[in-house]
């Protein structure tokens, strides 16, 4: 009996944070398409496709970590249910380094390429958003560090900041900037969730 209470202990607190994770990552799912039909709105079809296409570097980032994301999310969980601290810094080390050298040297082949591209706007936003990519690759490092971790509660609140603070600063400066302003405003946001993430990791 003593043994089922422990057990159900907990599962509770477990099954309540991946409900709490789900559904911030559902309400996420639907103020990042809100977000999406205001840029279209604001930007307009030339523009937004602009936009559409320098966001396509940022879904290919993490092919850049060279596997060690995967394998963080992996390896991390299953080393602290066994309580190895020392393989938990050895894995952490090895892809923190990966990813310090992987997230510069990608940013950095972006801001090159762009001054290939013969589309002039192109071009110029492509090499304005790099930088911007660069922190949202460490953004998605420490969202994945953080629930390799067993940090859920954090993680929702991770993702919920990101997602409200990207979708208010792309509105408000869109209307004054157009697109450099939404470029301003997910650098500012961005920064703010990884730094909040560094202070939860390193408290």
């Known amino acids: 009996d003593q043994h089922k209470n422990l057990k159900t202990q907990h599962q509770v607190p477990f099954a309540r944070d991946a409900l ?5 990552r559902a309400l996420g799912a639907v ?15 030339e523009v937004y496709g602009t936009w ?10 993490p092919y850049a970590s060279l596997g060690t994301q995967s394998a963080l999310s992996r390896k991390i969980p299953f080393l602290r249910g066994k309580g190895d601290i020392a393989g938990q810094q050895a894995v952490l080390g090895t892809a923190f380094a990966t990813h310090v050298f992987s997230s510069l040297l990608y940013s950095l082949i972006i801001a090159i390429f762009s001054f290939f591209l013969k589309d002039a706007t192109n071009a110029r936003v492509l090499f304005a958003f790099s930088p911007v990519i660069l922190l949202l690759s460490w953004l998605n490092f420490s969202k994945l560090l953080t629930l390799s971790c067993g940090f859920f509660r954090f993680g929702s609140s991770l993702h919920i900041l990101e997602d409200l603070t990207s979708g208010l600063l792309s509105i408000l400066f869109i209307y004054f900037f157009g697109l450099p302003g939404v470029i301003v405003a997910f650098a500012l946001s961005t920064s703010l969730a990884v730094i909040v993430s560094l202070i939860k990791l390193y408290e």
């Open 20 to 24: 709490l994770f789900g559904s911030t």
């Open 31 to 45: 103020l990042r398409l809100g977000r999406s039909f205001i840029l279209a709105k604001y930007l307009g079809p």
């Open 52 to 61: 559409q296409f320098v966001n396509l570097f940022t879904n290919y980032a």
